[in-house]
């Protein structure tokens, strides 16, 4: 994909402080610290477009970013941070949840995981709900850059059984490694269902 342009749009918490929902949207959808933004970082080739951090839960609002006047991504805060207290894990639940009821215009939605971790029950309720919304979604395994090859090939085995998916896509922020592949698959979520 050729980015001519890619914008930050808006943080919001609230719908009423969404863009308007006149073009496609793709979603980021993650665990706290697993490299959602610097994937999006990636796929813009930008450094530093979509903030970044090593500690976990540096996204707590719904950011939006225009591409090429023609479509956004949408970098939805983490989940599962550790240290947030109860009161924010309801905000973050509350928050996803009116963005996808609120929204007719996603198109896809990209599971960021990282390739190190087993996916545990947060995860697990993730796919099942995602199921149940009946979301087009890809799985993708972020700093592939960490592993060796043969332990890379062992965790995208204990990946996809947990989560009982047979594809996902291997990703590197540092290799740039799945990179086009995942252009791939947005591109073909954007014309698939366009309307
Ligand atoms: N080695 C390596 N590090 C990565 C990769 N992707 C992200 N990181 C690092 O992981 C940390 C978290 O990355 P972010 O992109 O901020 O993660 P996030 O999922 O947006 O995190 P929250 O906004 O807190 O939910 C940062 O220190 C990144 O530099 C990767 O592919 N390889
Ligand atoms: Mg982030």
């Known amino acids: 994909m050729k980015i001519k342009t890619a914008v930050f749009l808006k943080s919001a918490t609230h719908h009423i402080h969404y863009p308007k929902n ?5 979603a980021f959808i993650g665990r706290s610290n697993v490299g959602k933004s610097s994937l999006i970082n990636t ?18 609002t719904i950011n939006f970013y225009e591409i090429n006047g023609e479509f956004r991504f949408v970098d939805l805060p983490g989940y599962g941070f550790a240290k947030v ?12 949840e009116m963005y996808v009821r609120k ?10 995981l990282d390739v190190r971790r087993k996916p545990d029950e947060l995860d697990e309720l993730l796919y099942k709900w995602l199921g149940e919304e009946g979301f087009i979604y890809i799985t ?19 990946i996809k059984m947990s989560l009982h998916i047979d594809e996902l896509i291997t990703f590197s922020a540092v290799t740039k490694e799945g990179r086009n592949r995942l252009w791939g ?11």
């Open 43 to 60: 796929l813009v080739h930008r450094k530093k477009f979509a903030r970044t951090s090593s500690t976990p839960g540096k996204t707590r």
């Open 140 to 158: 993708v395994v972020t700093k592939a850059d960490k592993l060796s090859r043969n332990g890379l090939s062992r965790q995208v085995v204990v």
């Open 85 to 96: 207290s109860k009161r924010m894990r309801k905000e973050w639940k509350e928050m996803v």
């Open 185 to 195: 698959e947005i591109r073909r979520f954007l014309c698939a269902n366009s309307s």
């Open 103 to 112: 929204r007719n215009n996603i198109k896809g939605v990209i599971v960021v």
């Open 22 to 26: 006149d073009l496609p949207e793709i």
